[in-house]
C-alpha cells in the first residue's frame, strides 16, 4: 500500500507561469515532507522541506504548502522556467530517532516539462 | 564540500554473477540510506544504516542482498547471485539527521543480462 502518492504522472506548463505539484500521503504519523527533483542519469536533488508544524514554507520559486487535515502538499513554482523540467518526487517521514519511522518514503513522481 | 560519491556508475553483468556497489557519503553524515529505483517508479529503500547500524533493513532481499557500513563512513551493497530483475539504479544517500534531507549520489545502473 502506497503511503506517498502522487496522482498525476505528468504536467506541462508554459513558461512563465505556475506550476502545482501534487501529493497526497495516507500515514498520520508522517511530519516531516520533503520535495526532490531528479534529471535523467542524476540522482535526485533536494529542493524544499516543511516540518509539519508549519502550512507553509518558501525558497526562491518554489513554495511548499502542506495541509494536514486533507493529508495533502503541493509544490508551486513560479514562474516556471524550461530548466524546471524534470521528474519532481514528494517524500515523508517521521522524524523519529529509530526504528522504521525515520525512513524517508518516495512517492513515484511527477514529469513537469516547461515549455518555451 | 564534496557530495555523496558512488561507484560505479554503471554495470553490466551476467545474471548468477555477483556484484558490488561503493557509496561514500557526505562527511559526518550518520545516516545513510541505500534505495532502488525502477524506470517511472519512485526511490524505494532497501536498508537504513545509523553510523555502523543497520536499523532498517526489512526492504533487502536477504537471499541474495546483502550491505555493510565499516567504522560507519564509506558502504558497501552486495548482490549475489543478481537475477534479471535485479536491473535498475541504485542510490545511496545520506543525512545529517535521520528523517531529514537526504543527499543523494549519482547512482549505479545495473543491468543484468
Known amino acids: 500500500d502506497q503511503q506517498v502518492k502522487q496522482n498525476s504522472p505528468s504536467l506541462s506548463v508554459q513558461e512563465g507561469r505556475i506550476s502545482i505539484l501534487n501529493c497526497d500521503y495516507t500515514n498520520s504519523m508522517f511530519d516531516y515532507f520533503l520535495w526532490y527533483k531528479k534529471y535523467p542519469a542524476e540522482g535526485p536533488t533536494f529542493l524544499i522541506s516543511?516540518?509539519?508544524?508549519?502550512d507553509k514554507n518558501e525558497d526562491g520559486r518554489f513554495t511548499v504548502f502542506l495541509n494536514k487535515s486533507a493529508k495533502h502538499l503541493s509544490l508551486h513554482i513560479v514562474p516556471s522556467q524550461p530548466g524546471d523540467s524534470a521528474v519532481y518526487f514528494c517524500?515523508?517521514?517521521?522524524?523519529?530517532?529509530?526504528?522504521?519511522?525515520?525512513?524517508?518514503?518516495f512517492g513515484k513522481g511527477t514529469k513537469l516539462s516547461v515549455k518555451p | 564540500e564534496a557530495g555523496v560519491v558512488q561507484s560505479p556508475r554503471y554495470k553490466i553483468i551476467e545474471k548468477k554473477q555477483p556484484v558490488a556497489f561503493w557509496c561514500n557519503p557526505i562527511?559526518?553524515?550518520?545516516?545513510l540510506y541505500w534505495y532502488l529505483q525502477n524506470l517511472g517508479q519512485g526511490p524505494e529503500l532497501l536498508i537504513r544504516?545509523?553510523?555502523?547500524?543497520?536499523?532498517?533493513d526489512s526492504q533487502l532481499p536477504k537471499d541474495r542482498f546483502s550491505a555493510e557500513r565499516l567504522k560507519g563512513v564509506d558502504s558497501t551493497l552486495k548482490i549475489q547471485p543478481a537475477e534479471l530483475g535485479d536491473s535498475a539504479v541504485y542510490l545511496c544517500a545520506s543525512s545529517p539527521r535521520v528523517g531529514t534531507e537526504a543527499f543523494f549520489g549519482q547512482g549505479t545502473r545495473l543491468t543484468v543480462v
Open positions: 562527511s559526518g553524515h550518520n545516516t
Open positions: 544504516y545509523e553510523n555502523e547500524e543497520a536499523v532498517d
Open positions: 516543511i516540518s509539519s508544524i508549519k
Open positions: 517524500a515523508a517521514s517521521e522524524v523519529f530517532y529509530g526504528g522504521s519511522q525515520g525512513n524517508l518514503i
